[in-house]
């Protein structure tokens, strides 16, 4: 997929969609799926990150929350493969940025998500560090 059309989907990502699209999930998409937003969430909230990565990180994870994309989501055990596609190889196209700071905000908000049964679709079950910007 190229830039442009991925960006085209970051109108679809805000929190409150990626966290009512993660609470939908069954289990172990959810994992999956988390494993990689995690990451590209850490990565994005990284004050010294290039805007047009930021931008690109939006563009997947809205990716993930339209329902409507390559492979419609409503298949079952299927829908969900290009999302978790498309962040792992947004991932190695920007790890360069996957610090280890990147890394332990990533598992910390893993964590966070992984241990409930319901997620708070507002995200404010997670901890302010997890959606604020660290400070440089």
């Known amino acids: 997929m190229d830039k442009e059309k991925l960006l085209s989907y970051s109108e679809?990502?805000?929190?409150?969609?990626?966290?009512?699209?993660?609470?939908?999930?069954?289990g172990g998409a959810r994992k999956k799926v988390l494993q990689k937003a995690a990451t590209l969430y850490a990565i994005m909230t990284e004050p010294a990150v290039p805007a047009w990565v930021k931008a690109s990180i939006v563009g997947a994870l809205g990716y993930f929350v339209c329902p409507l994309d390559l492979v419609p989501d409503v298949l079952p055990g299927v829908g969900f493969i290009?999302?978790?596609?498309?962040?792992?190889?947004?991932?190695?196209?920007?790890?360069?940025y996957v610090t280890s700071s990147v890394q332990q905000r990533a598992e910390a908000f893993r964590e966070q998500w992984n241990t409930r049964d319901i997620i708070n679709p507002d995200c404010s079950s997670l901890p302010p560090s997890l959606l604020s910007t660290p400070s440089p």
């Open 12 to 26: 679809h990502y805000n929190e409150q969609s990626f966290g009512r699209k993660v609470e939908a999930l069954p």
């Open 82 to 96: 290009d999302d978790v596609a498309l962040m792992g190889l947004l991932i190695v196209e920007i790890g360069a």
